[in-house]
């Protein structure tokens, strides 16, 4: 089912309007108090994660709005709330004395008995995501007729996949102002464009990436675990309700590519590498700061 123009411009008009509202909202009473919610960033310098969970709030309403079915409004909203609640989590609650890096490091202090909040992220997004695959799966095909349990059951493990890898390749990104931002606005724009059936979402991605875009740029904010998760989860979410199968198997095969990469690959070296990249990358950013080293987030 397509989505009209002018619900795609609603979605982003609304996910944009939200998250700045939101976003000054949290400002002027940050729960728990400002402190809580600032971090260092990689200058050293003082930002705030109250991006996050404005950026949530943007994708949820815009998401809504934008919908082309009760089920794929049901599947973006599931994916996306996970991203953020199991993000946030991580972003408040990490013990910063048992830290682990990566998704291997996390899995490695699950397999030894230790439940980190980046483990808990990775199975509770995990498992979200999963969720709004089976709802955004049709049981049947287009003839009508019923699908067989088995392919139904492979199609939902892909997608969820797909949107738990997305929301987590997106966190990898976010390890410099205004980087994450730019990828998924990159991406999401040609499926908010084309209309398919995940284009209100696409369209939802967008403007909340428009709306944070330059007080990430200005390193007063930054999406964290809560706002990167969130935009990924609705993300793969898009693309699950738009792409046909082979699509989403390539996608999926990518993302889990760049995953493994990234716990021995820096992809801010790779970037600056590249000059197409290196040029998009800092585009409206503050002149770099030294080089240093960078640590994966998963």
Do not use: C, Y
Not at 79 to 102: H, I, M, P, Y
């Amino acid at each position: 089912m397509s989505v009209g123009m002018g619900q795609r411009l609603a979605a982003a008009l609304t996910a944009s309007g939200a998250t700045l509202a939101v976003r000054g909202a949290l400002d002027e009473d940050p729960p728990g108090g400002s402190r809580r919610w600032t971090r260092m960033n990689h200058r050293g310098e003082p930002v705030s994660l109250l991006a996050g969970p404005a950026a949530a709030a943007g994708l949820l309403a815009g998401g809504v709005v934008g919908a082309s079915s009760t089920r794929g409004a049901v599947a973006s909203g599931i994916a996306t709330a996970a991203g953020a609640a199991f993000g946030l989590v991580d972003d408040l609650a990490e013990d910063q004395d048992r830290r682990a890096k990566g998704l291997r490091g996390h899995l490695g202090a699950l397999r030894s008995g230790h439940l980190t909040t980046g483990a808990l992220k990775v199975l509770g997004i995990g498992a979200g995501a999963v969720v709004a695959a089976a709802v955004a799966t049709p049981l049947r095909g287009a003839d009508g007729a019923r699908r067989p349990a088995i392919g139904w059951a492979a199609d939902v493990a892909a997608s969820g996949a797909l949107i738990a890898a997305t929301a987590n390749l997106v966190n990898l990104l976010d390890l410099r102002p205004g980087r994450a931002l730019k990828a998924v606005a990159l991406a999401a724009a040609p499926m908010a464009v084309a209309g398919g059936a995940g284009a209100g979402a696409a369209a939802a991605v967008v403007g909340v990436a428009s709306a944070g875009l330059e007080a990430d740029l200005a390193e007063r904010d930054m999406l964290g675990d809560g706002g990167a998760n969130a935009l990924g989860a609705m993300l793969g979410a898009a693309v699950v309700l738009d792409a046909p199968r082979k699509a989403r198997l390539a996608l999926l095969a990518g993302a889990v590519a760049l995953t493994v990469a990234s716990e021995r690959v820096s992809f801010t070296q790779v970037i600056a590498r590249t000059p197409v990249l290196r040029e998009l990358d800092a585009w409206g950013r503050r002149p770099a700061a030294p080089a240093g080293d960078e640590s994966p987030r998963a």
